[in-house]
């Protein structure tokens, strides 16, 4: 079983529609969170980075965090046709575990216009 | 922004063939990374480094070597290049966020092929 679960999709939406994408996972260490956006043929940039349970907003972008669930949650509101991408969860368990990322497979999200 | 850079973009090349994918990035990080994604799948870490002279293999066996030898540059070498090695190489570099965990900035990619 993988340590972080993600919906391949592809997940097709109009523009304007409210999207959710999820990611849940198995190591009860990681404590930060991470949405990175992956263009075609590009390289992952980041996206929104949360710290424990909670939400965070970011302009049309909000993530949540629910440690108790073990999910977590990247919300777009207003969707655009450029917010077409891959989506990609990451989590860390800090320095304290060596501080690397383990990735989620991506969420292949269109918006079509 | 992040200033970190690859080359090749794209290689396609025989079997058998050595290789070297560059990474260079301008920011002064001290860590440095190499991954693997094959389409629709997630990265997989295959090298990553703490400094000059450090380097340390990831989670995913790879037939690849690195070095760094200064602190900007992170090259990624292939022997002998197999059609199992056929995927996108994606270099990071990361900083110390002051939470207790990096920010990792990627470059933008070399798609290998090898027939």
Same mark, same amino acid.
């Given at each position: 079983q993988k340590e972080v679960e993600q919906d391949p999709g592809p997940l097709s939406v109009p523009e304007g529609a409210i999207v959710s994408l999820n990611c849940t996972y @198995?190591?009860?260490?990681?404590q930060y969170f991470m949405w990175y956006r992956q263009y075609s043929r590009k390289g992952p940039e980041l996206l929104m980075y949360t710290y424990s349970s909670g939400n965070k907003e970011d302009g049309r972008f909000t993530a949540q965090v629910d440690k108790s669930s073990k999910y977590i949650s990247l919300f777009i509101r #207003?969707?655009?046709? @450029? #917010?077409s991408a891959t989506y990609l969860c990451a989590m860390s368990a800090g320095y304290n575990a060596g501080n690397m990322l383990t990735f989620g497979g991506g969420t292949r999200l269109m918006v079509k216009p | 922004e992040a200033d970190i850079y690859q080359t090749p973009r794209y290689l396609v090349i025989g079997t058998g063939k050595k290789i070297t994918l560059e990474c260079s990035q301008?920011?002064?990080?001290?860590k440095m990374y190499w991954y693997q994604q094959d389409p629709g799948m997630e990265l997989h870490l295959i090298h990553y480094s703490y400094g000059v002279n450090s380097t340390e293999k990831g989670d995913l066996s790879s037939e690849s070597t690195v070095s760094r030898i200064r602190t900007e540059h992170f090259p990624l070498t292939l022997e002998s290049a197999r059609p199992s090695h056929t995927s996108q190489y994606l270099c990071a570099s990361s900083e110390f966020s002051g939470r207790d965990t990096d920010t990792q900035y990627f470059g933008p990619g070399t798609r290998l092929t090898v027939l």
């Open positions: @198995s190591n009860s260490a990681f #207003d969707s655009q046709p @450029s #917010d | 301008t920011m002064g990080h001290d």
